[in-house]
């Protein structure tokens, strides 16, 4: 799908407002437009690189900045601690990050999650005359797998039924709401990425959601198994997504560590899934 003309339009009105603002010396699209993945419902990630000494004020004013780029319905520090705002625009409103970097962390850069098209879809404006476009060509075409599966492995097998068991005895004593949010944000966040494990589809492992791309990589089958872990209402409802999630899990456990001779905490998952299952 194409991308919208109100987002290119946006993004043009962004770096207008970049190129006449002498505080900010580089502006980075570190998104998926960077990597040609951009469509009509993407937003903007757009990283700022702003002179050390005018850091502090641009980080305290940003909204004032940012309001003559359009009419902008939000402005606020996101979870992950820097701007993100919505601005106003047909046929929906469009979603911009602004990530804000000092100067002087331009080596920071060659470690970003990002494996851009070219230099270019990546560093939109640069006035440091080689230093931040030296570090962005880095990490063009950089690989975004996992560096160690067995790592990964092990991590995402132990969140996944340490917080199952966690949900479960939540669930126990009544708390329904706790349950289902631990479960879903950390124990199928750790499945989600046991299944992508599972299915070798890790080229964007580094920089992504746990599920970006399932529906795609998985069999219709597991796909099937993988809706059942949807928690329905009350705690019969909770109760039915744990258990489907511990069947799923085990499976996937087992199969990834039988193909790679990885130890995996069998024992504990044959007693959570015994206790969801009696």
Sequence with gaps: MPISPALMALRERILTAVRDDPRIVSLIDYGSSSEGRADEWSDLDFALFIRDG??????ASWRDWARQCGDML???????????????????PLRVDFDLFRESDVDGLRNWPNSPLSVDTFLIYDSTNGPIREAA?????KDLHPADPR?????????????????YCKLRRGEV???????????M??????LRLSAGATDRWEGSQSAWNIENVLSPETLQRLERCVPGDG??????????????????CHDLAQANKWEWPRRLADRVTSLLTR
């Excluded at 601690?81 to 046929?91: C, K, S």
């Excluded at 019969?236 to 996937?252: E, K, N, Q, Y």
């Design 54 to 59: 005018d850091f502090d004020d641009f980080s």
């Design 151 to 167: 790592h990964e492995f092990d991590r995402d097998c132990g969140d996944f039924w340490y917080f199952l068991l966690f949900s």
């Design 74 to 92: 939000l402005g606020y520090i996101g979870y992950v601690g820097h701007p993100w705002a919505i601005f106003a625009a047909e046929p929906m």
């Design 177 to 187: 709401w706790n349950a289902r949010q631990v479960f879903h944000i950390v124990a």
């Design 189 to 194: 966040e750790a499945l989600l990425r046991l």
């Design 137 to 141: 060509a880095s990490l063009v075409g």
């Design 235 to 252: 705690g019969a409802g909770v109760m039915a997504g744990l258990t489907s999630a511990a069947l799923l899990g085990r499976d996937v």
